[in-house]
């Protein structure tokens, strides 16, 4: 379309210059005239075809003016051939003024973008038309129809051009005084009308006008098609008033041009001066005022508007722009109010799960998640209280004149319906939530209660928790053994023993499993069911689970040395769920395994179900560690509620059958049936399966004709710094 353009422009231009070269009134001067008035039609009616702009009803009434005035034209030129002269004025002036409503209300409506009212906008090209009005009436049109030597309606005619065009001009130039409107198509428009202006302007100052001839006049009015066509055709067009839309902003461009305009009272005044001349008070006076109430009502205007969207801003502030809830500013403004004449009820809840719809379905999905749960809890309060988002998944309630149980009855039906699954984008979602809720005479300290509750309900999984003094002294002391495993990772407190992975029947130790402990020099032994749940919960986790495994790397590399062929085959690491979402997770692994020199087939790596049940991020980390050549081991298998799914989506070498189903394998009836099928799952799948929590012999032997060659328990061996490796020779797993 480019093209087109371009090809348009330069052959108009061609065509204007060879113009002036034919001899006036010669048939060929009247061809070219009026073909090139009808190209310009149908060349704007292509433009707006091609490019569908969004003011394309303003551009089609725009060439209905067009149609109209190269009709006038085409009348004009009729009119001599028939009449062999060219009255004035006649009808070829109807047409032409026929044109001019159509060419204005086409600009004003290509001006508003796609049918926006604008009251402001209309100010400003009421403004414009005033103020140039005013000069054009004092210098041209007055003088003009004070000339009593001609006719009273050959004056009015003589005048009605220019003064069209005037409001024409002031559209465009409105358009063009807005901020971002610097569109190529727009400056065309505007060049026309101010070409199609400026001729008439000469034409009105023509002595004879029965005797006009045209030449260069009409080489410029000619000219102004072109660039008109020229609008239509560049692609620019399609955008034009599409930044229209809505209010009129006072930019630099539209201030500097209204504030010229306001000047031409005072201009007017000191020409008509400087000239000499009988100064027009009357038509000066009425400009004057006309301009003082379009001005007094444009700022009246911005006033009024700026304030609106100071409030618009305000309330913009103070609302979440995901759900549409009230934001943390909001609500601690409102918990502010509240704490002042009472002990309201806060409720702080966080959504389990959040997280891992975020790296399995992706960050958009969450969000409507977070839509529908918004949703879904105002739905369920009617108004009741102040619903925020406090930021990501963690939302709040404030109830500001209930009592406790009122309280406790509320978050309660809040938990109730949290129950239910969430159709999101065509997944079925379901995610509870951790809720707490506390009372108090303090915004701060009733917050802080709040989240300790909230925290209390997600690590004992209860449907919510109300804050009590004691969960501040469980607080309190994991924040202490928090810092304290801080101290100890630094002071090397931590040391790693290793629990022996046997081959059935003969019991030899064909692996160890690296185990951390933890020995406090004030507090003596200290559980790792105690801290490992409180290390993954303050992040400590992931450093801690760093040196776990570079210490076992480095040792299985020390046993390798020392023991040679006796030495076990693999060693296994336990990682966690916020290890394997950390970005640079197994470049750690790597890195500690060149840093030993350690066979990458000689790892484990042993993950739970839960942690890579999510997808996302975690499961990604793990097949990243497979194809790293370091093989995955699933932990405590059997326990969770997708077991057989993740065998289809995780990649997995060992199963480690849980505990739970070893205990009971030596009663009669179906206590064996899952460990039978089980076995035959991984001997199905190529895996190796091992049996955990093994503590007689006679479990080792039922375990043994069930199809299990692994097994490891307290029967064989407890954690210990150094096992003791007795095997010449050592079976692969």
């Excluded at 950390?582 to 692994?589: L, R």
């Amino acid at each position: 379309m480019m093209r087109t353009w371009w090809s348009w422009m330069v052959a108009g231009v061609l065509v204007c210059a060879g113009y002036l070269l034919l001899p006036d009134g010669h048939v060929a001067s009247t061809v070219v005239y009026n073909g090139l008035g009808v190209a310009t039609c149908v060349m704007i009616a292509v433009g707006i075809r091609r490019h569908r702009p969004v003011a394309a009803r303003g551009w089609w009434v725009f060439v209905a003016g067009t149609v109209a005035y190269v009709s006038g034209d085409i009348v004009y030129e009729v009119t001599g051939l028939v009449l062999g002269q060219h009255p004035y004025p006649y009808w070829d002036d109807a047409v032409y003024f026929a044109a001019y409503p159509m060419l204005f209300a086409g600009l004003l409506m290509i001006s508003r973008g796609s049918g926006t009212r604008e009251l402001a906008g209309l100010i400003d090209a009421a403004i414009i038309a005033t103020g140039v009005g005013l000069v054009y009436w004092v210098f041209v049109i007055e003088p003009t129809l004070g000339d009593h030597s001609t006719a009273l309606l050959e004056r009015l005619v003589t005048v009605g051009y220019p003064t069209f065009d005037v409001l024409m001009c002031a559209v465009v130039t409105r358009l063009l005084s807005r901020p971002g409107e610097r569109a190529l198509s727009l400056w065309l428009l505007a060049a026309g009308c101010a070409l199609n202006f400026t001729c008439d302007v000469v034409w009105s100052l023509t002595e004879a006008f029965s005797n006009y001839s045209g030449g260069l006049v009409n080489s410029g009015f000619m000219l102004a098609y072109v660039l008109w066509a020229g609008a239509a055709l560049h692609p620019s067009m399609r955008d034009i008033g599409r930044r229209a839309v809505g209010r009129a902003h006072f930019g630099r461009g539209r201030l500097v041009l209204l504030g010229g305009v306001t000047m031409m009272v005072p201009a007017v005044l000191f020409l008509q001066g400087v000239r000499a001349e009988q100064i027009n008070w009357v038509a000066i006076g009425i400009g004057a005022v006309v301009l003082f109430v379009l001005v007094l009502l444009r700022l009246g205007g911005f006033v009024g508007r700026t304030q609106r969207q100071a409030a618009e801003l305000e309330e913009l502030a103070m609302r979440d722009d995901l759900t549409g809830l009230a934001n943390r500013r909001r609500f601690e403004q409102r918990l502010t109010g509240a704490v002042a004449t009472g002990s309201p009820q806060v409720c702080l809840l966080d959504l389990n799960g959040f997280k891992q719809v975020n790296d399995r379905l992706g960050h958009a999905v969450g969000d409507q998640l977070l839509i529908a749960v918004a949703a879904r809890l105002s739905a369920e309060l009617h108004g009741e209280g102040l619903l925020a988002r406090m930021g990501g998944d963690e939302f709040a309630l404030l109830l500001a004149d209930a009592t406790a149980e009122q309280g406790d009855a509320v978050v309660d039906r809040l938990a109730g319906v949290l129950r239910s699954p969430f159709e999101v984008d065509g997944h079925e979602l379901l995610i509870g939530a951790a809720i707490g809720i506390a009372d108090g005479t303090d915004s701060v300290d009733v917050l802080r209660r709040a989240d300790v509750a909230m925290y209390a309900a997600k690590t004992s999984k209860a449907r919510f928790r109300r804050y009590a003094v004691e969960l501040d002294d469980r607080a309190d002391e994991e924040a202490r053994l928090g810092a304290e495993m801080r101290a100890a990772l630094d002071t090397g407190q931590f040391h790693l023993v290793y629990q022996p992975i046997v081959s059935l029947p003969d019991g030899e130790i064909r692996y160890v499993e690296s185990l951390v402990r933890w020995t406090h020099p004030v507090r003596g032994f200290v559980s790792p069911a105690e801290f490992i749940p409180v290390a993954e919960r303050n992040g400590l986790i992931v450093e801690l689970g760093e040196w776990i495994l570079r210490v076992a790397c480095t040792q299985f590399m020390s046993w390798l040395e020392t023991y040679g062929e006796n030495a076990p085959s693999k060693i296994s690491v336990n990682v966690s769920a916020r290890q394997l979402a950390e970005p640079g997770f197994v470049p750690v692994v790597a890195d500690a395994l060149a840093a030993s020199g350690m066979d990458p087939d000689c790892l484990i790596v042993e993950v739970t179900e839960t942690a890579v049940f999510g997808g996302g991020v975690a499961v990604r980390a793990v097949e990243e560690l497979h194809r790293l050549g370091v093989r995955i081991a699933l932990d405590d298998f059997g326990t969770g509620h997708s077991s057989l799914t993740l065998l289809q989506t995780v990649p997995v070498d060992v199963l480690k059958v849980d505990k739970s189903f070893v205990d009971t394998i030596t009663e009669a009836g179906r206590h064996a049936v899952i460990a039978t099928a089980l076995i035959q799952v991984s001997d199905g799948l190529g895996l190796t399966a091992v049996a955990e929590g093994v503590e007689t012999a006679e479990q080792a032997a039922v375990l043994f004709e069930l199809g299990y060659r692994y097994a490891q328990g307290y029967h064989f061996g407890r954690p210990v710094e150094e096992p003791a490796f007795r095997v010449a020779g050592v079976a692969a797993l």
